[in-house]
Structure formats: C-alpha cells, structure tokens
C-alpha cells in the first residue's frame, strides 16, 4: 500500500505575541525620554495596528521599536504593511499598519507553479488562503520546504499539518 504524505503552507503570526509586542511598544513609548511627551498612541486592532503622534520623526521611532519587539517575539517583518502616513488633526500624523496574513492567489499560483517544476511528482494545491503539498516520500516534503525557504516572498511562509 503506497501512502502519501502532506503538509500545509500558511502565512500567519501568533496574534497572542502580537499582543504582547504591542503592549510592549507602548509601554516603551511612555518611558523613553523622546517619545514620553509626544501623546503617541498605538492601537491593535483585527487587521490593523493604527499609530497616531505628533510627527514622522517620532513614527519612526515607533517603526523600530515595534519591528523590535516584533523580531524579539520570533514575528517575521512581513506580516507588517506600512500604509501611507496622513495627517491627523492639530499638526499630528496619523498611520494604519496592515497586518498580512494568508498566502493570496498569486503568491500561491508561484508557488505551486515552483513546485511543479522542480518536483516532477509532488502534487501542490491552492486551498482557500493556503498550498497543500503532496508526495509519496517525506524526504521530498523536506527538500520542497528548504527548498522554499531559500525562495524571498512578499509574505511569511510557515509549514502546518506535516503528516
């Protein structure tokens, strides 16, 4: 009996260390000696993390802390999509920072189509917002995810239900 085996590609963060990444951010904010007097506010919300302050200069100040304490809780860079900086009343700047998450038809097309090329008989389907990936050998399954790993997409790939 010939058996196959499989696994899932997903993008997608722990929205717990999210959380604690955030607070995190806040919480530096309110002590660091050129942040404390800007009123800065951070908001997380479902798909979004909206930073108001009181300049850009102090916005990418917040960029880095929070890519800090993103990167400190193991969160990739890429799930975070820096909309475009508006103005906010009373001289403030205002910016919504889209949180990424799913693998999107073309990204998944890309990789399917990767797959198919390099592994003649491996089977990769696009699954709603994820690629399933078959084969008849596991050792396959591991060179198609280093293989992906060495790939750079726009989104960060993780690799779920190997079985």
Request: zero cysteines; proline letters at 1%.
């Amino acid at each position: 009996m010939a058996s196959t085996y499989s696994f899932d590609i997903v993008s997608d963060f722990d929205r717990q260390e999210l959380v604690n990444a955030v607070d995190q951010v806040v919480r530096e904010i309110s002590s660091r000696y050129d942040l404390k007097d800007t009123k800065t506010t951070v908001e997380l919300g479902e798909q979004t993390i909206t930073v108001n302050t009181d300049s850009e200069f102090t916005l990418d100040s917040v960029h880095n802390i929070l890519r800090e304490k993103a990167a400190k809780r193991s969160l990739s860079q890429k799930i975070f999509d820096f909309g475009k900086v508006e103005s906010a009343s009373g001289n403030r700047v205002r910016q919504e920072i889209t949180l990424k998450k799913g693998i999107s038809q073309d990204i998944g097309k890309q990789i399917s189509k990767l797959i198919r090329d390099e592994f003649k008989k491996v089977q990769a389907s696009i699954q709603g917002d994820a690629v399933r990936v078959s084969a008849k050998s596991k050792d396959e399954l591991q060179t198609i995810i280093q293989r992906l790993k060495q790939e750079d997409y726009p989104v960060a790939l993780q690799f779920t239900n190997y079985r």
